[in-house]
């Protein structure tokens, strides 16, 4: 999967590098770009660069080396108050010494928007998150979501060029966190704004991106659409990142076209689709499987036994836990439907998955998720 | 009372009994001292008893004469009698020699008193001698508040001013005042950059930095002011370092001047602003001054219109306790200041241990503490931020 973005595109991160203590690279050879219009989440782990780069995008931070261009202009050095990004802080950062209304008004007096226009700008921004009735309240005086909403009403009330959040739902509670994914993608349709958007929460990222980039330890391992990423992962750390994987350990045997033949340390055989890089032949690999691929039953291709460890009723599904032996615990997620079916811990059962559903990669490349 | 607040009640009572002792006992003592007057009744009881039958108009009759030789010639204690001599002497100055010139004579004196007495010394002739011992057996008075506000009470009960070579006090208090200003304003001026500065630091420098500001509080005024004695004093080492490199000629006067006072109470004085400034700038997180860079300010608009209001409440905080301590201040402006830049507490030190007048003493203090409180409940209407120092 290739950058999607058609170029020329409003942002562009050519090369860029940085280094807080000229060793250590946060941000390694960054290249990316991002297409008018569109909405783009940043997703990783901490520590993986994205804020950082969402940082030097905003201008809190000045590359180490490359450059960053807005509208094909160089930014690197253009402070942020004239950069005209709109910015939604994990905090909020909403000044508790202003009220709601004055706080909407801080960037539209900043921007020397008509004085005479500030208050009905305000008041349809205002109307815009439902919460008219609080505008002379001071923040400290909200809730949680409530703050939420002014921050972001906040960041684009003077109409930026674009608009960048760092994990802004990241304070609240799971129904709230999930309802406000929901106003922030309908808002980005209905504006059609750029919107780069910071998370470590893969479920966020895939509910309101056009694309996705998934850093980790400074790169970027892959761009593309939600739908993309999940079911075509580029490498084993994309794969275990977005949503679960099974990994089984295996060694490379030998090869039928795009399909790989492996042999677990069992003995058992398994079939599965080569990942991009590609693997040797006698190499070791990991096969990643997802839960929902696995099934419960015999099959010719792909097919384990073991004990059921334990059965967990969630609601929506059914996981159950099967213990392999010499390979481990796998997880397979089942529809509710199958419940009376199912089989108690300790009894022996049989699963498997299709060829197509495994994805092989080098083993060394083994990542904590 | 059921059990628990029994017990509630057991749990505080240490917390209430050093209220009580070190708040209420001496601010009551204070205010009581302010307006105790028993000299006059101590040392004089027949004459009070008598004086209480009396109208006031013209000469009391011969019952009060006689009580008040009586009086004087009574086995007395000396020291109750000193007592009454200095303070009628405060009131009305020549009293003393007046005094203790009848009660030497009282041996020899013949009734009628009325006539004997006015024949010793004409004074007690007049009328207004027994009006002055009339107001002033009455077991309260006004005169030491009066005083401390350059006020008295004339022999007709209005209040009036003072003679204006008498009126030290209103000046003095309006010196104290203004100095303790100008410390707050150098205070503020001083500590808030040196507060961000430390605020932006982290680790060790942190810590070094911030024990720069601690040691020198922990180190007693007494001490600090002393040295600024050294350093500021004519052979000092500024006159020093100024001579030898030309800057002036002869050594200039900055001891015992008013920059001196300035200068030695704003050192004090400074890690009381620094500290509550550091504390709320510490809990600011760079955040608040992004958002507004992100939203458009420049960075003299990210201070003023931000930064600023968000570190109001460290700035109250800090002044009003600058304002607070300084208004009190004593050993520095002693040490360092000349006469002219002495504050209240210079003088009730003085009535207290050189002129030996408690009611004075006591009446200063109470006026210093009505004022300051009125200084501090101004302040918090003007700062907004004092009170909101939870919120942010």
């Known amino acids: 999967m290739t950058d999607a973005a058609p170029d020329p595109a409003l942002v562009r991160f050519d090369g860029v590098q940085k280094s807080y203590d000229g060793i250590l690279r946060v941000v390694k050879d960054l290249h990316l770009g991002i297409a008018e219009g569109e909405f783009l989440t940043l997703l990783g782990p901490s520590g993986s660069g994205k804020t950082t780069t969402l940082m030097m995008l905003a201008g809190f931070e000045t590359p180490t080396a490359g450059n960053i261009l807005f509208a094909r202009q160089r930014i690197n050095d253009m402070p942020t108050y004239r950069r005209n990004f709109g910015m939604v802080f994990q905090n909020y950062a909403l000044f508790p010494h202003m009220t709601v209304a004055e706080n909407l008004a801080f960037p539209l007096r900043m921007h020397r928007f008509a004085k005479s226009e500030i208050p009905g700008r305000v008041e349809r921004a205002l109307d815009m998150i439902r919460l008219g009735a609080v505008a002379d309240r001071r923040p400290a005086q909200l809730s949680g979501g409530q703050q939420q909403r002014v921050a972001l009403a906040r960041a684009l009330v003077f109409e930026p060029r674009m608009v960048l959040m760092d994990e802004p739902l990241g304070a609240l509670d799971k129904q709230l966190r999930e309802h406000m994914q929901l106003e922030i993608r309908e808002l980005h349709e209905r504006l059609g704004l750029t919107m780069l958007y910071v998370t470590h929460d893969q479920t966020e990222a895939m509910t309101m991106s056009d694309r996705i980039a998934i850093f980790d330890d400074g790169r970027i391992q ?30 490379v045997e030998a090869r039928d076209g795009a399909r790989l033949r492996l042999r677990c340390p069992a003995g058992s055989q398994l079939v599965a689709l080569c990942c991009p890089e590609g693997l040797p032949d006698g190499g070791d690999a990991q096969v990643l499987v997802r839960p929902e691929q696995v099934t419960l039953g015999e099959a010719t291709e792909n097919c384990l036994r073991g004990i059921v460890a334990d059965v967990i009723y969630q609601g929506d599904h059914l996981r159950v836990v099967v213990d392999v032996p010499a390979i481990g615990r796998l997880s397979a997620r089942l529809p509710k439907a199958a419940r009376p079916d199912c089989p108690s811990p300790g009894a022996e059962v049989a699963v498997h998955f299709a060829p197509e559903a495994a994805l092989a990669f080098p083993a060394e490349d083994a990542v904590e998720t | 009372m059921d059990r628990n607040s029994r ?39 027949r004459t009070t008893a008598a004086l209480g039958q009396w109208s006031g108009d013209g000469l009391p009759d011969e019952a009060v004469y006689a009580a008040f030789v009586e009086d004087l010639l009574s086995p007395q204690d000396n020291r109750v009698f000193g007592g009454l001599v200095r303070r009628l002497n405060f009131e009305q100055t020549g009293m003393r020699s007046i005094i203790s010139g009848a009660r030497r004579a009282a041996e020899g004196l013949q009734a009628p008193y009325s006539e004997s007495l006015p024949a010793l010394n004409a004074v007690w002739g007049e009328p207004e001698v027994w009006q002055l011992l009339q107001t002033h057996s009455n077991p309260y008075t006004a005169t030491y508040l009066l005083r401390a506000m350059d006020l008295r009470m004339a022999a007709d009960g209005s209040i009036i001013p003072v003679d204006p070579q008498q009126a030290i006090f209103r000046e003095l208090f309006l010196r104290t005042f203004i100095i303790s200003l100008w410390v707050t304003v150098f205070a503020v001026l001083l500590g808030y950059p040196t507060a961000w500065f430390l605020s932006t630091l982290r680790g060790r420098a942190e810590g070094l930095a911030l024990l720069c500001v601690l040691v020198p509080f922990w180190i007693s005024i007494l001490v600090r002011s002393t040295a600024w004695f050294i350093v500021l004093q004519r052979e000092g080492p500024i006159n020093a370092a100024l001579l030898a490199t030309g800057v002036i000629d002869t050594p200039q006067a900055i001891i015992f001047t008013r920059p001196a006072v300035y200068l030695a109470m704003v050192h004090v004085l400074l890690p009381f602003q620094i500290l509550p400034l550091l504390a709320v700038m510490k809990r600011i997180r760079p955040d608040y001054v992004r958002a507004a860079a992100s939203l458009g300010a420049r960075p003299w608009q990210q201070f003023l219109l931000v930064y600023l209001p968000m570190t109001m409440p460290g700035v109250a905080a800090g002044a009003v306790m600058v304002l607070m301590l300084s208004v009190g201040f004593y050993i520095t402006p002693v040490l360092v200041g000349g006469l002219r830049d002495q504050m209240v507490s210079y003088y009730i030190a003085y009535f207290t241990n050189t002129s030996i007048n408690l009611g004075m003493a006591a009446a200063l203090s109470l006026l210093l503490l009505i004022l300051t409180g009125l200084l501090v409940v101004a302040a918090a209407r003007v700062l907004p931020g004092l009170n909101l120092g939870a919120r942010v």
Request: net charge negative; no cysteine.
């Open chain 2, 7 to 45: 017990l509630a009640v057991l749990l505080v009572a240490p917390l209430l009994l050093l209220m009580i002792v070190g708040f209420v006992l001496p601010l009551g003592t204070t205010a009581f001292k302010a307006v105790d007057n028993p000299e006059v009744t101590a040392a004089l009881p």
């Open chain 1, 222 to 251: 892959q761009v593309g659409p939600p739908d993309r990423v999940y079911d075509h992962p580029e490498n084993a750390f994309v794969a275990r990142f977005m949503g679960e994987n099974n990994a089984l350990p295996a060694r």
